[in-house]
């Protein structure tokens, strides 16, 4: 841990101390340089049939290096690294734990393109969060793999309230980038008086040729100090005999700010569900990899998060209490589908997050 610690530092002063260098030579600058850090305490009472179980403990949830700026006029970049060394063994494995590293080129002022390991771009709210700011959730944000090798082709309108991206990718069902599975997604996002939609078509091949079709839809709202999000996402393929609302996530957020913005106290509920193809389906023949057939949860909760610091979110304590409800949970276990069944967890929690801005532009 010292010597994370330590490495953590000499990297973050280098950076620095290269930035003001270089600024006063060319154009060469660092946007945005952070260090954030989330602990949690969480007590889990878990019910299965007759059996149930507490468990509990302190635990250090997040630790995520950032940065992101300017090489010349028209190259940018961005980089966020967890900072987790368990388990390390290779070069490889530390790209593993790479969330995005991607080179850009802004072409002109309404077009650029960008490649290198980037979030697949897929819509809704929740999807859309960094995690450090996403407390309990729904399955299919636990179940993908979302951050892929890939290209990105980036339109903004000249007002700046729509950004349009194609994306061609690594499939989040590739399980390795030599794998010859591919994810084509386009996706909008725009920012409007009170909304602020982030939606999505895409096609994750999850098999030579075979592809799930999602359509994720999500927005966030806001009417004085009342906000929130509400997302549904749907999935299909030629093997479902629906297209619509048989494979499908839909989740939820309701909050209200006071005592001056330093005080929020919210709401949140989801549900995923895989009805499309039956559980006894043999595992190869499954074409939802993210929500696999039988699974049906709901979950619901609420809490409180509070902000010391005078107009910055760079400090915030956190409580909630969630409630998990498992009708079906089904994984593929040895090439077979397992399943989980009438499982309820109880889940409450407090922790703190804080952000350390070196550079912030």
Not at 222 to 227: E, L, T
Request: one cysteine or more.
């Amino acid at each position: 841990m010292k010597r994370l610690l330590f490495l953590t530092t000499l990297v973050l002063f280098g950076f620095t101390s290269f930035s003001q260098e270089k600024e006063e030579n060319d154009f060469f600058q660092i946007n945005n340089l952070a260090l954030e850090v989330r602990t949690d305490f969480d007590y889990y009472n878990t019910k299965i049939d007759t059996l149930s179980g507490n468990t509990s403990g302190f635990s250090g949830r997040y630790l995520n290096f950032k940065i992101s700026g300017n090489i010349t006029e028209n190259l940018f970049y961005a980089y966020r690294q967890r900072l987790n060394f368990k388990g390390l063994n290779s070069a490889s494995d530390f790209f593993d734990k790479t969330d995005y590293m991607y080179l850009g080129w802004q072409a002109t002022d309404n077009f650029a393109v960008s490649a290198g390991k980037q979030v697949v771009a897929m819509g809704g709210i929740e999807y859309d969060l960094a995690p450090i700011d996403v407390y309990y959730h729904t399955e299919l944000w636990n179940a993908i793999a979302c951050y892929q090798l890939g290209v990105n082709a980036v339109f903004t309108t000249n007002d700046k309230k729509n950004t349009f991206t194609m994306q061609f990718i690594n499939s989040p069902f590739s399980g390795g980038s030599l794998s010859g599975l591919y994810a084509y997604n386009l996706h909008w996002c725009a920012n409007y008086k009170h909304f602020t939609p982030v939606c999505s078509v895409n096609m994750y091949e999850y098999s030579n040729g075979k592809f799930l079709n999602v359509i994720a839809l999500g927005t966030w709202f806001h009417f004085g100090p009342v906000y929130g999000y509400i997302d549904y996402t749907n999935r299909a393929s030629d093997k479902h005999t629906n297209f619509l609302f048989d494979d499908m996530t839909v989740d939820g957020r309701l909050g209200v700010y006071f005592l001056k913005d330093k005080m929020s106290v919210f709401a949140k509920a989801g549900y995923d569900v895989n009805k499309a193809q039956d559980k006894t389906v043999a595992a190869e023949d499954v074409c939802d990899h993210l929500i696999l057939p039988g699974t049906d949860i709901t979950f619901y909760g609420g809490g409180v998060e509070y902000f010391p610091l005078k107009g910055r979110q760079d400090l915030r304590i956190h409580a909630f209490f969630a409630v998990n409800d498992t009708k079906c949970l089904t994984e593929i276990v040895d090439g077979g589908l397992n399943f989980t069944e009438d499982k309820l967890t109880y889940q409450a929690n407090v922790g703190i997050t804080w952000r350390i801005n070196f550079i912030k532009r």
